[in-house]
């Protein structure tokens, strides 16, 4: 369906299509209000638009760097409490029960689980994370339904951009020395299980 030449008022008219189209100048998308007039402001528009999906892309990496904030700050609970919970001796059998209760082996107390949950900040700032993601995503696939060439090339670059920018992730894996003290996840901890990263 071809709604080229809508008329929107005393001005050029707009140029809108729901096929394959390689409109520029009187291009519109959204609004009346966005309304392409030249090649700069289309030029404009692209390049906008490629920012617009790097945005959602910081966006998606955000919320996955708030979410491991929190389970890292669970982690280290969880390493503070075992440490504690290790450091009880166990529970061995008393002398004046006997000889067979004596020679038997020292009883651990049964496995505990800890469960842990964000505090209603952390759950609030992920749900406005994620309402912004999908609102960008959401006006993101309203632009690509125009079917222009030229914007759905500037989404495709934009998420190319943002990949590389926002999502360049450094692992760092630790190496056992022999000979030498145990990893942190031997003893326990959980500090080398953490992910660097080079751009924030």
């Given amino acids: 369906m071809d709604h080229g030449g809508m008329d929107m008022g005393d001005g050029p008219s707009c140029k809108i299509s729901m096929l394959w189209n390689w409109y520029t100048v009187d291009a519109c998308f959204l609004t009346s209000s966005w309304h392409v007039t030249s090649n700069g402001m289309f030029a404009a528009s692209c390049i906008g638009v490629a920012f617009l999906v790097v945005l959602l892309e910081a966006l998606r ?3 996955q760097d708030y979410d491991a904030l929190i389970h890292a700050n669970f982690r280290r609970r969880a390493a503070q409490l075992q440490a504690s919970y290790t450091s009880l001796p166990p529970s061995g059998p008393q002398d004046c029960c006997g000889s067979a209760a004596a020679n038997a082996p020292p009883s651990y107390p049964a496995q505990t689980f800890l469960t842990f949950r964000p505090s209603p900040l952390q759950q609030t700032i992920r749900a406005v994370i994620h309402m912004l993601t999908f609102g960008v995503a959401y006006i993101v696939m309203l632009l690509a339904m125009y079917f222009n060439g ?3 090339l500037s989404i495709f670059l934009g998420a190319g951009l943002g990949k590389f920018l926002c999502d360049w ?5 630790p190496l056992v020395v022999v000979g030498g003290q145990e990893d942190d996840a031997a003893k326990g901890g959980v500090g080398n299980e953490n992910l660097t990263f080079c751009c924030d």
């Avoid at 992730?169 to 894996?173: A, M, Q, S």
């Fill in 61 to 63: 990496r955000l919320g």
């Fill in 150 to 152: 030229y914007i759905i």
């Fill in 169 to 173: 992730r450094v692992v760092k894996i």
